[in-house]
């Protein structure tokens, strides 16, 4: 194709043509939803993309709320998410969450409309280099051309059936489109001329060319092996011998749970459920299972005692310190990990083998292979292990009918007034209906889900941004699941107010948002630097925020409670504004020298 700077007859409608042909073969190829943010040269592809009524379009103006929207979004569905935005620092804003998806293989489709050739370079307005602007945290990035008349449109519907396939595998992750336009960017004819959206199924190629995936799963239709060689050897490794299996968090395929929990059974070993398992909430036969290793592993002559010969690992790499460095302790002990192809999750390099390929398969197939248990006296040492962890923590939340009677001042463990995160969480979880998706912060939340979630068959989804381990973003993305249904939003009070603009997001949605109010990062206190006299201004950095206000700011419910009575009354509420539709923002204010106290107790109980 030439480049031609002079408009042809009706450049606008040549504009609109292409914009619908790619739009309508991402709705054929599967593209369900998109997140746009206005602009004006995404104007053809904006309008295309609202005019489809196969895709749900959602408008957020802050291009990076919108790309952890979008993110959240295709958390909750497995399916990539179509994201538009204009030119200039507009898909720079999108950058966290495009690094969020590609460590945390979340599917998206990244749009961003550009000015064309002859405009860059010439001081031309709101212009900038966007080519490769995501650099190495794309799957894939595609540089079109402006449209001309008599473009290639069999070309065009392949080229959107591509870029889904590349968001989804072998590597689920971000692929990059730039698109730029020529003015006038609409047709010049009545509007009532123009063409129309083309409605589903297509009569396109691009339909044929995303069979390869399953329509159920939105999963690669093939799958991945290793050598069966090394299936074999593998299971010569588990079988009879003393392991542990530990499950990560990560997308696993339906029935993945049932299929690991049916390799612990054969080889009679414990089961390691991390809080981003999936195993931890769920209707499992629950003997394999620990939920509590983040406690029982501090008992240093547990740890001596319970030796394996072998860890398998698979999922994300453990969420806490306390299991990172008994894996890492686990020197002599042969250490396998699952991983999908291309991805080596070995930060300790201690893996003695990695098998590539489809989980759920490769455990499948090793279920098949292993001849022999362990013996029993091996996983019962972990019953009994879990068993008294499980029985202090049944203490955390139990009143103490003396200490209940005390003023608020005293916090006495078991009052009323002893209200911190190891009470707050096993609270939550207790009172959340069957269902609910759980998206958690980081920083402490996540590490106090993993000490304090417990589990149960209560069917619960859990969902964080482990790929970069941001605190951006957080609230967008819990909008963004909220849009497939009821889910809380567990956050602290620094990860809130950096995302206020999500909170925008969550008018209209039930979203429910608990922020822990310790004043500040209350991490640090657990860090070196908090022994230093610049700690409270450079490393804690209180908030400070009004909470209520924020919520006001966009009209959503508000709540604060600073007791244990307090928080049941809020979440109540909450709760009851979800069943609604509502959002609510609950403050559970904590006081921060409680909660480092009652923390380093809890750990000592198990010491
Ligand atoms: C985008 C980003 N900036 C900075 C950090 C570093 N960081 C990790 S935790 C944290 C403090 C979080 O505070 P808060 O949300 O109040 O949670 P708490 O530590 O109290 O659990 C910071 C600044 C990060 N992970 N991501």
Redesign the pocket.
Known sequence: MSLSTTPTADQGLVNLRFAQTLVDALAAAGVSDAVISPGSRSTPLALAFLRQPAIRSTIAVDERCAAFFALGRAKASGRPVALLCTSGSAPANWY?AVIEAAQGGTPLLLLSADRPAELHGWGANQTIDQLRLFGSHVRASHALEAPQAGFASGWLQRLAARVVAESLAPQPGPVHLNLPFREPLLPAADPREWPQATELPLPSPAAAFSEAFSADTYAPGWTCLPDPAAIAATAATLSGRRGVIVCGGGAFPPAFAEALLALAAALDCPLFAEPLSGLRFAALERSQLCVRQESFLRDSSFVARARPDWVMRCGDFPVTRQLQQWLSGCATAEQIVIAPPGRWNDPQHVATRVLHGDALHIIAALTQAVNAPAAAAWRQSFVRAEAAAEALAAKLAAPDSAAALTDEADRLPGSDADFWEGVLIPALLARLPAGFRVFC?????IR?LDSFSGGGSKPLAFFANRG?????GNLSTAAGIAAAGPTLAL??????T?DIGGLALARGRPLLVVV???G?????EYLPAAALPEFARGWL?P?DADFAHMAATWGIGYQRAATRSAFAAALELGLAAIERGDPCLIEAVIDREHSVARHRAWWEQHQ
Not at 441 to 445: F, K, L, V, Y
């Open positions: 966290p912060g980081a920083s402490m939340a106090d970069a381990s941001g605190i951006d956050v602290g009070d620094l990860t809130c950096h822990i109010n310790n500040g990062g209350g991490i640090f950095t908030a």
